[in-house]
C-alpha cells in the first residue's frame, strides 16, 4: 500500500515539474501626449481640421478651428498629416524621448491644382449662339442712363406731375388771402393787360410748353 502510494506521489510531482514554464510578458513600450498646432508655412495661420493619423494604423486625431491637436501616441510613431488644398506631410517621433509629452508647430504647404481651360456656352449650337448674340438687348451705359434722366422734356413732365405738397399749399393759401387783404375795397388787377404775362404766355407758346404731351 506505501508502495502504491510513493509511486502516486512520484508521478504527480514529476508531471508539476515538467511542465513548461510561461515565457515573460515583452515590456510595454512608454506612451507621449502628443499635441501641437497645424499652421500654413507661408501664413503663419492655423490650418483647421487637419487629419493626424499614425501611420498604417487608424488612431489619430482632427485638429480643431485653431489647429490645435493633441493624442497619446509612441515614440517612433510616423505621423502623417493630411488636409484639402495642402500637400501631405508626415512627422517621426524621436524614439530617445525621456519625457511623457512631446509639441510640434506642423508647417503646412499649399498644393495648387491646374486645370485647363472650359468653355461653356448656354447654346448648343453656333448657328444659335449667332442668333442670340445679335438679339441681345444691351442695357444703357451710365452716360446713357444720365442723358435719360436729364432730357429737359421728360424733366417738365415729370415736375408738371408732381402735386404740390403741404408746405407748398399752404403758402399758396397765405398768399391768397395776403391777395385779399391788400386788394380789399378796391379792383383786383387784371392780368389780360399785364404786359409781363402776355410776354410770358408768348415765350411758352413759341417753345412749344403750352402743347399738350
Do not use: C
Not at 517621426?92 to 524621448?97: A, F, S
Not at 404740390?164 to 392780368?191: E, I, V
Amino acid at each position: 500500500m506505501r508502495a502504491l502510494f510513493l509511486l502516486f506521489f512520484l508521478a504527480v510531482a514529476g508531471t508539476g515539474f515538467a511542465q513548461p514554464k510561461t515565457p515573460p510578458a515583452p515590456p510595454r513600450k512608454p506612451v507621449v501626449q502628443f499635441s501641437g498646432v497645424v499652421v500654413d508655412a507661408d501664413s503663419l495661420q492655423p490650418v483647421p481640421f487637419t487629419a493626424v493619423i499614425i501611420q498604417n494604423t487608424h488612431r489619430g486625431t482632427f485638429a480643431d478651428v485653431s489647429g490645435y491637436f493633441s493624442f497619446v501616441a509612441q515614440p517612433g510613431d510616423t505621423i502623417q498629416f493630411t488636409t484639402l488644398g495642402y500637400k501631405d506631410n508626415s512627422f517621426v517621433i524621436p524614439d530617445t524621448l525621456k519625457q511623457t509629452r512631446y509639441s510640434l508647430i506642423q508647417l503646412m504647404k499649399r498644393d495648387t491644382y491646374e486645370l485647363r481651360e472650359a468653355v461653356i456656352y448656354p447654346w448648343p449650337t453656333k448657328e444659335q449662339f449667332k442668333d442670340a448674340f445679335l438679339k441681345l438687348d444691351i442695357p444703357d451705359d451710365d452716360l446713357a442712363r444720365a442723358q435719360k434722366n436729364l432730357d429737359q422734356q421728360a424733366m417738365l413732365i415729370g415736375v408738371a406731375s408732381i402735386g404740390a405738397d403741404g408746405s407748398s399749399n399752404f403758402r399758396s393759401g397765405m398768399q391768397q388771402q395776403s391777395n385779399k387783404m391788400y386788394y380789399a375795397g378796391q379792383l383786383p388787377p387784371n392780368n389780360l393787360l399785364n404786359p409781363v404775362a402776355w410776354s410770358r404766355f408768348v415765350k411758352a407758346w413759341r417753345s412749344g410748353a403750352l402743347k399738350k404731351q
